[in-house]
């Protein structure tokens, strides 16, 4: 393995040179990755780890293909878009061609935070409206216009949410405020949005745009209910605004049956301009807002010229061309359909079998399980997720625990995840869950009474003491301290929660 520093030193020069907000996965005890290949990735000593985080490097680490495409481009030319080349125009059409017919015109940019930054603007100039309506939990990227509209980043920190800033309810049908008893859980959730339209108007402003995320992914995996979307997006156009749908995380197939995330709330939903990012270049930096012809026009009818320096740059095409082609030649989105399908079965087994998961959830290769203390209360189990994925990473497969209580573990693979890694992740799991819940008492065949302490011995192997956020300590060796996890035993999950 090449590696220019041991991993005292990288971490060393790491916390000399690098920003201090600059955070790496599993801060007690990092991974140093020095290489990786499909859905595998291997750290300096040359151990192999299950890569279950990474949605950006879409169809697999360094795929040969993608590989290729770069290099090839690369020695014969790259610069910016001002000159006349086909690669981008190219792109453009064939991307074109796998969205609705009026989503036509093409703006590329180098992240998904340009790109939904650039939405915003094409929103904004579509009606001279200024207000844009989020959802709660939201992340849409780290520039200052979306940190606004980014109640995930904004409720962190000093920030305090903006006057043009609306933030409605995330549809969430688990945890949230209309669950999955409710009678018409999508009409409740598109209500507030109204009530938020009409509480605008009365004080005088006016609506630019909706942005969501097709399927929320820093939110705990949400999964909007049938007709949300439809709903939404009338009384927002009623409102002389546009609906902006985020693929940045959840596009290209990941969805499985459909190649855009949206596209699964019907045909006859079709936003009004679409922000893609992450997968587009398996790990190369490209990203495209595409809308229609009339918010295009209007746009341009500013008279201020849209220019990226490295936007649709001969490389970013090829390299966006060769995802598409490999999606396609290796059937992708059939493989997140079926390995998907057999991963939420695995785990809805799991729920059966462990009080810890509440509620298994998902489409395609987008998968959440989140993780309670009382499957009754629906309580979050906080600490517990953050002890799964430390022990996952000991036993070589790599998770990431997110959402509002950092409660829920997000399964996002390369799309070249098979049955056979399914398989193995959700052994590694089930084994993790069942020493977890011997050792805190949260056996699901018992109950224990209410305010009776837990007198049970944790593990040598537990994490360390967390923060209040739900993150491990980094001054603290994992050793030095026991993760003080002490609930009462949840009771006997009595029926099977919908999804």
Known sequence: MCELYSKQDTLALRSKHIGPSCKVFFAADPVKIVRAQRQYMFDEKGERYLDCINNVAHVGHCHPEVVRAALKQMELLNTNSRFLHDNIVEYAKR????????????YFTNSGS??????????RQFR???????????YHGHLSSLIDISPYK???????????????????????KY????????????????????EAHSSGRKIAAFIAESMQSCGGQIIPPAGYFQKVAEYVRGAGGVFIADEVQVGFGRAGKHFWSFQMHGEDFVPDIVTMGKPMGNGHPVACVVTTKEIAE????????????????????????????VIENEDLQGNA??????????????????????DVRGVGLFIGVDLVKDPQKRTPATAEAQHVIYKMKENRVLLSADGPHRNVLKIKPPMCFTEEDAKFMVDQLDGILTGLEEAIGAQTESVVPENIPCRTKMPKEAPSELLSDGSPDPKENPGQKRNRLCANKPPLLSKRLKT
């Open 95 to 106: 991307l074109s061609a796998t969205l609705p017919e009026k989503l036509s015109v093409c």
């Open 114 to 123: 340009e790109a939904n930054d650039l939405a915003l603007r094409l929103a």
């Open 128 to 138: 001279g409206h200024q207000d844009v309506i989020t959802l709660d939990h939201a």
């Open 154 to 176: 904004f409720r962190k920190g000093k920030d305090v949410k903006k006057e043009f800033v609306h933030v409605a309810a995330a549809p969430d049908i688990y945890r949230g």
């Open 179 to 198: 669950r999955e008893d409710h009678a018409d859980p999508a009409g409740a959730y598109a209500g507030e949005v109204k009530k938020i339209i009409e």
């Open 298 to 325: 209007a746009f341009s009818s500013s008279g201020m010229e849209y220019f990226n320096t490295y936007g649709g740059n001969p490389v970013s095409s090829a390299v966006g061309l060769a995802v598409l082609e």
């Open 337 to 358: 359909t079926r390995v998907g399908m057999y991963l939420t079965e695995l785990l809805n087994r799991q729920k059966a079998k462990h009080a810890l998961i509440g």
